[in-house]
């Protein structure tokens, strides 16, 4: 199977998309936005062995390259709609395309974004890099730097879980709980409904792949204010308490990447409304700190400042570059 047959078998779906004036097929794709909406542009990119490990199944690496980038659309307050893969593969083997593409398709099914073009390469290792474009209202993009001291802080879901899951797929667990866990690594569902209606709402927002409080930080950064976040105020999930002891579980939900949750500050006026807009869609959203003048992110344990865990994973961070 060479390239075009690889494209043509697995990537070629029809698409229903009225907007997609060209998909895949020509040199470039041609896309009809609705007129006066902003487009948001963006790419996330798996590697095998870094991003997920090695002999992750097939259909959960196609699942996930399209949920992180939905979440970073979440984190915007946009609706998604078209995207593009490049794919370079070691090998082009056929039940891997297969699942592969089902997992890729399911993701953008579940929230209406068609595959419009792409890239195919051999190479070393399996790289998949996922750009998506959405678009939202003009000036509605809920952004990083939008934080102002005395802000709430919140969080969707339950942070952590992720983390502990990667963990389980390393070191084996077999209990109901820990298959939770697991699936939350391997499945995350990008917050969108949640992050659209935050654009009325929100005064900033991140996804959190990185771990809480290094995308926290990150948010606070780009808002030039610091912040707090009341570690007993953490929602920790069932699965996660049952699974680890209390110390880890913590530091699961403190430093642990790849939830694709959203933290969301918002003015003391319009956080019952954000709360109140979550629970409709019935998803937890849990306050744990506030947005202060200065001072950086500091986590507080009953009122005393705790040390904060080893911040969230880095790319080139031990080459010194
Ligand atoms: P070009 O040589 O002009 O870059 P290609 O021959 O690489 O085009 O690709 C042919 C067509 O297939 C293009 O429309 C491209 O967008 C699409 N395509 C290539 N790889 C993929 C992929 N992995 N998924 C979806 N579409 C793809
Ligand atoms: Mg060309």
């Given at each position: 199977m060479d390239e075009f047959e690889l494209i043509r078998r697995y990537f070629s779906r029809q698409a229903g998309?009225?907007?997609?004036v060209l998909g895949v097929g020509d040199d470039g794709a041609v896309l009809r936005p609705d007129a006066g909406r902003d487009l948001v542009a963006v790419v996330d990119t798996l590697v095998d062995g870094v991003h997920y490990p090695a002999g992750f199944p097939a259909g959960d690496v196609g699942y996930r390259a399209v949920a992180v980038n939905l979440s970073d659309i979440a984190a915007m307050g946009a609706r998604p709609r078209w995207m593009t893969l490049a794919l370079t593969l070691a090998a082009a083997e056929a039940d891997w395309l297969e699942a592969f593409a089902g997992g890729l398709y399911e993701a953008a099914d579940e929230h209406g974004v068609t595959l419009v073009g792409g890239d195919t390469t051999s190479g070393s290792q399996t790289v998949v890099s996922v750009q998506l474009i959405g678009d939202v209202e003009p000036d509605r993009a809920l952004r990083r730097s939008g934080a102002r001291p005395g802000d709430r802080l919140f969080v969707s879901g339950f942070p952590g879980d992720a983390a502990a899951g990667l963990e389980l797929l390393r070191t084996g667990g077999d209990t109901p709980a820990a298959a939770r866990l697991i699936a939350k690594f391997r499945r995350p569902a990008a917050r969108l409904a949640l992050g659209s209606r935050a654009t009325?709402?929100?005064s900033a927002a991140i996804d959190v792949s990185d771990g809480l409080v290094d995308d926290v930080g990150k948010l606070l950064a780009a808002s030039g204010t610091g912040g707090v976040i009341h570690v007993e105020s953490l929602p920790l999930s069932e699965s996660l308490t049952s699974t680890f002891d209390a110390p880890r579980a913590r530091a699961f939900a403190l430093g642990g990447g790849d939830d694709y949750e959203l933290c969301l500050t918002a003015a003391p006026a319009d956080a019952p409304a954000l709360v109140e807009a979550a629970d409709e869609l019935g998803l937890p959203l849990t306050e744990i700190g506030e947005v202060t003048d200065g001072g950086g992110l500091r986590c507080l344990e009953a009122g005393r400042v705790i040390d904060v865990p080893e911040p969230g994973y880095r790319h080139f961070r031990d080459s010194g570059a």
């Open positions: 998309d009225a907007d997609v009325a709402l929100a």
